[in-house]
């Protein structure tokens, strides 16, 4: 009986480390910056994430320059840092070659400060001062171009 429960243990150990190693494999060919806490509230920033969102990079980077919205420069560093952590990955091949492109960005809300407003006739309001997290991946469109650097 005992024999049968270690040949499961041990069964159970080798699916976790398997999936454990595929779940690092798609991280090393994961292209992403993520920016939490950052003091904006959701809903603004998604109005600019669905500008960039399955764009190229280079013409990402214009429009978030040339935004008015004070969410776009959060976002230009942001996407700056992807960049950069792809070609921490990718060492000797070009942006400019690889054509990348934003793969996928969303904004998950983060925490709320609550604070208290005052009103009339002795009560108060309570102000919910919302955060966010953007998680932004990037892609390449030719995969080629990557595996012959690799």
């Avoid at 978030?64 to 792809?86: G, M, P, T, V, Y």
Wanted: with cysteine.
């Amino acid at each position: 009986m005992s024999n049968v429960n270690n040949e499961k243990r041990l069964e159970m150990g080798a699916r976790k480390r398997n999936t454990a190693e595929a779940k690092k494999e798609e991280a090393r060919n994961r292209y992403q910056a993520i920016l939490r806490n950052c003091p904006t509230s959701p809903r603004k920033m998604r109005l600019v994430t669905d500008l960039i969102s399955g764009m190229e990079v280079n013409k990402a980077l214009d429009v978030l320059k040339f935004s008015s919205q004070e969410a776009s420069r959060r976002l230009e560093k942001l996407l700056l840092s992807a960049i950069a952590n792809w070609q921490s990955k990718n060492e000797g091949v070009r942006v400019e070659e690889s054509n990348l492109y934003v793969k996928l960005i969303h904004v998950d809300g983060g925490r709320s400060l609550k604070r208290l407003q005052t009103a009339p006739q002795g009560r108060a309001y309570r102000v919910r001062k919302r955060s966010n997290h953007v998680t932004l991946v990037l892609d390449s469109m030719n995969k080629e171009v990557e595996k012959t650097s690799i």
